[in-house]
């Protein structure tokens, strides 16, 4: 479109943001057939100070296919433990992260067709009661090392469920615990689903499983 994208990765209390703005143009492609190009910036924002100009840290360009995942490092943002907590690991202590330097990777699908919603989805909301009324629930398997790092969060698994009510796929939807991502993956392949909910419709079901990781002790 000619107007850009914008995603908020993150907002802070006071007001500043780290912001992935996505330009997208056509380009001379092949010479014969156009191409498509992105151009993506990652700016710090300052809030409501409009005195303050936005940093930007990256401006990058690539020429997309549809169907294909693009990733990169934004080399110049580098965050300590304790910006890494304040802008992504909200309520987590900065001490949980220090020793170490964080860095941004931004990754983009590109789906250049129409998207198409599955013929049956369940949104988060309708997916509390999928959940509810699964046949088999597998917890997520929690490493000690995790336990004792004292992070709490939630991680959000989209999956698929065919007509025999196993998971044929599943992936990371939103996680705010990406140390269990791997986990809640494979936590959630081994749910399984009533033979009832394709009694009248055989199509496969979209839907989430989410797990929740709290303190010691609650």
């Known amino acids: 479109t000619s107007k850009p994208s914008i995603i908020n990765l993150t907002r802070q209390i006071d007001g500043r943001s780290i912001v992935l703005e996505v330009n997208g143009a056509q380009s001379p492609g092949d010479g014969v057939n156009p191409g498509t190009s992105l151009v993506n910036l990652v700016n710090l924002q300052f809030g409501n100070e409009q005195s303050i100009k936005p940093i930007s840290y990256s401006i990058t360009p690539l020429e997309v296919e549809h169907g294909m995942t693009y990733f990169y490092l934004v080399k110049a943002l580098t965050l300590n433990s304790s910006d890494y907590a304040k ?89 705010t615990l990406p140390e269990a991502n791997v986990q809640a993956v494979a936590a959630a392949r081994q749910w399984e689903f009533p033979a009832s909910l394709f009694a009248t419709d055989k199509n496969p079901i979209t839907g989430f499983i989410s797990f929740n990781v709290a303190a010691a002790g609650r």
């Open 87 to 175: 802008f992504f690991r909200a309520n987590q202590s900065p001490a949980a992260f220090v020793g170490k330097k964080y860095y941004l990777v931004i990754g983009l699908g590109v789906d250049l067709d129409k998207t198409v919603t599955p013929a049956r989805y369940f949104d988060e909301r309708q997916s509390v009661k999928l959940q509810e009324g699964a046949t088999k629930q597998a917890p997520m398997e929690i490493d000690e090392s995790l336990r004792k790092s004292g992070l709490t969060g939630m991680v959000r698994v989209r999956v698929e469920i065919g007509p025999d009510g196993h998971v044929t796929l599943a992936n990371i939807a939103y996680s």
